[in-house]
């Protein structure tokens, strides 16, 4: 069976896709409701139960998830899911051209004190020796992130805002509540290379390596240290905002790995975090790096493969993984 060549707008990016990514907003534009109403919805706390990653979920986890899940697979555009929320894949439509890859819900432990919540959102092809009929197994998902054709988060805050590529930049979108679009308000978002901010979880400082132990030492000496100038520490507990701040305004990010833990010494997810939002930064102007190669261009071996991160104002990241040298 051959392939139908995909059609394309004048800039270039598939209709499918566009349409795609509209499903996803759909979805987002219901969980920014539900985040909105909270208390008065009965959707605060948590469940009994636990996700494939061993954390109690919430219940805008699960409901997150759902929705999610629920359009995406009755899109017609999307071949199968892999959510944060799910131990396996889940199929959807046999004519589907995509995979989603997706963390419902990042920053869940911000939503009973009313601060920053966020979906993050990768898009992948389905691989080319796939043909109609066949099954999607989890191997298909393991994809380098520069494979994505497009990746995102919708943060929920004050306002809700979509961050989008699709490998020609990065644009930012406000939903404007009046009458329910998201209208384009930064068509070309560009991180300043220096940076005076970082974002890192200090409570955690006892089991980082040494590296990254020297490099947040010097940060914190400011004016008088040997990087000769005063930094501002900023922490969300919630990679969506941490990251649209270094959008907006520059900055460095980090989840370096810890030591304590020989079992499970990293973080943030491969495929619903790292690799997402790496490519936005990338197409922004960052830098991206475990802190040993660059972060879109790890082969994933594993559905919920997790890694270290550190991402932001390209100068920063490059100091940073000097200290790694």
């Known amino acids: 069976m051959r392939r139908l060549a995909p059609v394309l707008r004048e800039d270039g990016v598939e209709l499918d896709l566009i349409s795609l990514v509209r499903t996803i907003l759909a979805a987002c534009k219901d969980i920014s409701f539900r985040v909105g109403q909270a208390e008065l919805s009965g959707v605060l706390g948590s469940t009994l139960d636990e996700n494939i990653q061993g954390e109690t979920q919430k219940k805008l986890d699960v409901l997150s998830n759902q929705l999610l899940k629920d359009m995406l697979l009755e899109s017609g555009f999307v071949r199968a899911i892999a959510s944060e929320e799910e131990d396996f894949i889940v199929e959807g439509e046999h004519g589907g051209r995509f995979l989603v890859a997706f963390d419902p819900l990042d920053g ?6 009313n601060s920053l919540t966020g979906t993050i959102f990768s898009i992948l092809p389905v691989p080319d ?3 109609a009929g066949d099954a999607i197994t989890e191997s298909d998902f393991l994809q380098p992130g520069r494979n ?3 990746s995102g988060y919708v943060m929920y805050g004050p306002s809700t805002i979509l961050a989008l590529t699709t490998g020609k930049g990065v644009k930012l979108y406000t939903l404007d509540k009046t009458h329910g679009s998201f209208l384009l308000t930064n068509e070309n978002v ?3 290379e220096e940076t005076q901010e970082f974002a890192i979880n200090a409570s955690n400082q006892h089991s980082w390596q040494a590296p990254m132990q020297r490099y947040v030492r010097d940060l ?3 004016k008088n240290g040997v990087r000769g100038k005063r930094f501002n520490m ?3 507990a919630c990679m969506v905002g941490d990251v649209h701040r270094i959008l907006c305004r520059g900055g460095i990010f980090t989840y370096p790995v810890h030591t304590d833990n020989q079992a499970q010494p990293h973080k943030l997810r491969l495929l619903y975090e790292a690799n997402p939002m790496g490519l936005l930064i990338e197409q922004a102007g960052g830098l991206v790096s475990t802190g040993e190669q660059n972060i879109l261009d790890i082969q994933p071996t594993e559905l919920h493969q997790r890694v270290p ?7 920063e990241v490059q100091v940073c993984l000097g200290y790694h040298d």
Do not use: F, H, M
């Open 108 to 113: 869940s432990s911000n939503i009973d004190i």
């Open 129 to 131: 020796n796939k043909l």
């Open 148 to 150: 994505q054709v497009a």
């Open 190 to 192: 560009s991180i300043p």
């Open 220 to 222: 914190l000496d400011g």
């Open 234 to 236: 900023r922490w969300v």
């Open 309 to 315: 991160v550190i991402l932001g104002s390209k100068q």
